[in-house]
């Protein structure tokens, strides 16, 4: 079995709260990562488990083990029981973890019901410093995280995918609220694939789907909130320059987006006239996941000025700033580098990163030309 980043972080936050909820997209993993801390597991999905939950309540609340509740936010009546379980002895700890495919602003029951009684922590698909095969890590890029998308099996790419997203258009979100037919949903997925990287302009968008804006900005918030996407805010500098202030769009998972675009293999991959922006996003959402795994406190951002000084990565940890460039090259140059540092220079940041296919880094602490896997050892 593949150990998990996150797992030490779940470990701390259940010996300091009385629940943890462990969120993250369908197929990720929280499942098989939860089974394996021994507990009575329950999945809130199957009538069966909630009946049997709901009889047993009083026998296993009094208990030692740790309760585990599988899609906790299909069972909006459980979260209310929860609280009052816990009120009733709040200095106990390590006695529940929930699990839950949507994010909490999704899940307002979570955020209602145990504000202050439950901490959260988010599980990726698999991050490319959990896997230690040679194979396994050359077909993260092209095939994703998730553990059945052909990360460990190569057949299951792109069919798994495909299949994946028909059923969270069919099924899931409109389960959670998303108010869109399921074809409206399929085109806008396919269009946000061959935007992925790019400034979001939700007018244009909207305009291509006979949408307004507003309602797209909706959609997008239903995405993000089931961890199909990510927005990353431009970073506000007080500078004399001026800045581009919208966000740019990602999808968290790189194989999602290749199976969208019809990407069969890594040779095609590499073909694409987009495959710049596909690199740039999987080495911002590894960098990321990492950081969210070891539970390090930060804020991410990209940074672009109107005349063309760019950083696609800025990392904020509050007493440092780092400004991270990525280059799908194997050969970085010394003009790379400059470009890097002027921006860096711009926003003051302390340390600077060039993230490449390289084999050979270069420099120090400060300012590093490195390839993905030394870049994470640095975070």
């Known amino acids: 079995?593949?150990?998990?980043?996150?797992?030490?972080?779940?470990?701390?936050?259940?010996?300091?709260?009385?629940?943890?909820?462990?969120?993250?997209?369908?197929q990720c993993g929280k499942t098989t990562l939860a089974q394996t801390m021994r507990g009575v597991y329950f999945d809130l999905e199957q009538e069966s488990d909630r009946l049997r939950l709901d009889l047993e309540w009083d026998e296993l609340v009094a208990g030692k083990e740790l309760l585990i509740l599988d899609e906790?936010?299909?069972?909006p009546d459980v979260f209310a029981r929860l609280r009052g379980t816990i009120d009733r002895d709040r200095g106990r700890k390590g006695r529940f973890l929930l699990l839950g495919s949507v994010s909490p602003s999704l899940m307002?029951?979570?955020?209602e019901s145990l504000a202050g009684r439950l901490s959260l922590v988010e599980l990726t698909p698999f991050l490319i410093s959990e896997l230690k095969s040679r194979a396994h890590r050359r077909r993260h890029w092209l095939c994703g995280g998730y553990p059945e998308g052909g990360v460990l099996e190569p057949k299951r790419y792109p069919r798994w995918q495909i299949d994946y997203l028909a059923l969270l258009a069919q099924r899931d979100l409109p389960m959670w609220g998303l108010p869109a037919k399921p074809q409206v949903t399929d085109r806008l997925l396919r269009m946000l694939a061959a935007l992925h990287g790019q400034v979001w302009n939700?007018?244009?968008?909207?305009?291509?789907?006979?949408?307004?804006?507003?309602?797209v900005n909706n959609y997008i918030d239903y995405l993000i909130g089931a961890f199909l996407l990510r927005q990353l805010p431009a970073y506000q500098a007080n500078i004399r320059k001026r800045l581009v202030k919208r966000p740019k769009l990602y999808w968290r998972d790189s194989g999602l987006v290749h199976a969208l675009l019809n990407v069969p293999d890594e040779r095609a991959l590499l073909t694409q006239p987009w495959v710049g922006a596909s690199w740039e996003g999987y080495v911002i959402e590894q960098a990321l996941g990492e950081l969210s795994s070891l539970g390090r406190n930060f804020t991410a951002y990209y940074f672009r000025t109107?005349?063309?000084?760019?950083?696609?990565?800025?990392?904020d940890f509050g007493k440092e700033l780092w400004a991270v460039e990525v280059k799908l090259t194997s050969s970085p140059s010394t003009d790379d580098m400059?470009?890097?540092?002027?921006?860096?220079?711009?926003?003051?940041?302390?340390?600077?990163?060039?993230v490449s296919q390289t084999k050979k880094p270069a420099g120090n602490e400060y300012c590093l030309s490195c390839?993905?896997?030394a870049f994470l050892e640095h975070l």
């Not at 906790?72 to 069972?75: D, H, L």
């Not at 400059?338 to 060039?354: Q, T, V, W, Y």
Request: glycine share 4%; no cysteine; net charge positive.
């Open 1 to 26: 079995m593949i150990k998990r980043l996150v797992r030490k972080q779940i470990e701390e936050r259940l010996a300091a709260y009385p629940a943890v909820a462990l969120v993250g997209p369908r």
């Open 72 to 75: 906790a936010q299909s069972w």
């Open 108 to 111: 307002t029951r979570v955020s």
């Open 202 to 215: 939700a007018v244009q968008v909207g305009q291509s789907l006979g949408l307004s804006y507003h309602t």
């Open 306 to 315: 109107a005349d063309q000084h760019e950083l696609d990565l800025v990392l």
């Open 338 to 354: 400059s470009r890097l540092n002027r921006a860096a220079d711009i926003i003051k940041a302390s340390r600077r990163f060039l």
């Open 371 to 373: 390839d993905l896997p």
